[in-house]
């Protein structure tokens, strides 16, 4: 049986029945990008992640075997890769604090003012600091309810969350993410 992208495009498949990688790529390498770079931050380099994600892809192909759908098995991969990829990020700036890169410039339109731009830099950097304070349970449905606009449907499909935990940590996140924006700006004055 093929397997059928939203558009009812079939995949190519092997003969084993396991979709063609230039096909997953094609297909869905914008979205795996927009996940990776919610997901790991703006510290990131998007298309080094995606390059990433998409050679574990490679490597775990002949072992997927179309129990789940293609982008919950995708996002899983992506999940780990980005965690993989902050955790590591978070120890390089540990050692050298002067490594920045922006991601908006990538996915937001250049016309802003620098003043713009630097108030923007400064929220994203502020949001994600605050985001990496939450345990990652929240901090990923969070992302994926406020910055991917799923629903909690979809959410539950991708990660495997029955519909009513992913109420229960969206319900939570909030809560320490508004908490840790209280404290954010207590610091501050």
Known sequence: ??????????FIE????????ETLYRTHAPTVARWA??????????DDLVHEIFLVVRRRLPEFRGEAKVTTWLYRITERVALESRRKDRFRRWFSRARHFEIERTIAP????????????????TVYRILDRLPAKYRNVLILFELEELSGEQIATLTG???????VHLHRARVRFVAEMKRDSERRT
Not at 14 to 21: K, R
Not at 37 to 46: C, S, T, Y
């Open 1 to 10: 049986m093929p397997l059928v992208r939203p558009d009812a495009t079939p």
């Open 161 to 167: 969350l029955k519909p009513a935990t992913v109420w």
């Open 110 to 125: 250049t016309h802003l003012t620098p003043v713009d731009e630097v108030e923007r830099r400064q929220s994203s950097e």
């Open 37 to 46: 770079a919610r997901l790991a931050g703006p510290l990131v380099d998007i």
């Open 14 to 21: 092997s003969p084993s029945g396991v979709p063609d990688l």
